[in-house]
């Protein structure tokens, strides 16, 4: 039996290879190979989530306006990748992108699947933080990855999101994306994205890796609560438009998949190297909130582990892998 999700993208894929013109019951029962009472059911469906589909008993079903819903068809349609993308799934509402993508690499799943979901009750960032997942307007994907590296190199692949992302942003929109330290994407002062790296390993291999990244790409800020870490923006806040969250996803999945090829084939120091050219932390005066205590100093690199590297005003060198970082200056 083929998921429900699966049938509503091969409904539209047949409106929209059909170009407005009307598409008889039978013609989608024949070619999906499900009943026309399942067909009928499916474009009601479709009616509820927004799409405006008018019907006549002797000529079918004509797509008449579609909302601005993601669909796994149209963001495979065209992409040239090696990888990652290979299988795309989208989901109206889940728990969580990197929930599902986590039980699907502990199924075996093949790496570069995507996870897609138009909402999610139970989104989550960095260090158990909510990340608040209103429905229809942004983008919240998971990628599963069997990377050959050690568990101690996992923070590469969240460097190597991190770079995609802003890469992405930047062609689709033209805005400058600039990463903090450790998985923050920013244009100009404010968050418009974040990145979730979640693995299952054991002591000196990985089994899989899933990476969740969440952008808000045309979600009104004034929706979000008071009081967030990081003021945040969204795309369409920052350019006065809508964004195409299609092309904008397609445009992430080609760039992570060049970019774990390089990783691949040029290994981690290439990542590394440009993250230090796109990061805003280095070299700044910077405060680290970090469990039990605070401190400052000058942020003068990145490890290959994904560590900030803070020299202290004492003149000694501290490590961090997790915290809160404010840029003093």
Not at 150 to 171: C, D, F
Not at 251 to 275: A, F, P
């Amino acid at each position: 039996m083929k998921p429900p999700e699966l049938i509503d993208d091969l409904i539209l894929n047949m409106f929209k290879e059909s170009k407005g013109a009307f598409v008889s019951g039978q013609t989608m029962s024949n070619k999906i190979r499900i009943s026309r009472t399942a067909v009928w059911k499916h474009i009601e469906g479709l009616r509820r989530e927004g799409y405006v589909i008018v019907s006549t008993p002797s000529r079918g079903y004509s797509l008449v306006v579609a909302p601005d819903k993601l669909s796994a068809s149209e963001i495979k349609r065209g992409i040239n990748t090696k990888t990652i993308g290979r299988e795309v799934q989208v989901f109206n509402a889940v728990v969580s992108t990197n929930d599902i993508a986590m039980e699907m690499g502990a199924r075996g799943m093949q790496e570069g699947l995507v996870i897609v979901a138009e909402s999610q009750s139970h989104g989550r960032g960095r260090l158990g933080r909510t990340w608040i997942s209103p429905g229809n307007v942004n983008i919240y994907a998971s990628i599963l990855f069997r990377p050959e590296l050690s568990p101690v190199y996992a923070p590469t692949l969240t460097m190597m999101a991190s770079l995609a992302t802003a890469t992405a942003i930047s062609k689709t929109t033209g805005l400058e994306a600039k990463i903090k330290w450790p998985n923050d994407i920013l244009i100009g002062s404010k968050k418009v994205s974040g990145i979730l790296t979640e693995m299952n390993a054991e002591e000196e291999m990985i089994n899989y890796v899933v990476v969740g990244i969440g952008i808000n790409v045309n979600m009104r800020v004034g929706d979000l609560p008071d009081g967030l870490r990081i003021p945040a923006t969204s795309l369409m806040e920052c350019i006065g438009e809508k964004v195409d969250r299609t092309a904008l996803l397609k445009q992430l999945i080609e760039t992570i998949d060049s970019d774990y090829d390089g990783l691949k084939n040029k290994g981690i120091m290439s990542v590394v190297k440009r993250w230090r050219e796109n990061c805003i932390t280095l070299n700044k005066k910077v405060k680290a909130t970090l469990p039990g205590e605070v401190i400052t100093g000058v942020a003068e690199d990145v490890t290959q582990q994904g560590g900030l590297v803070i020299k202290m005003a004492e003149g000694h060198t501290k490590v961090i892998y997790a915290g809160d970082i404010t840029i003093l200056e």
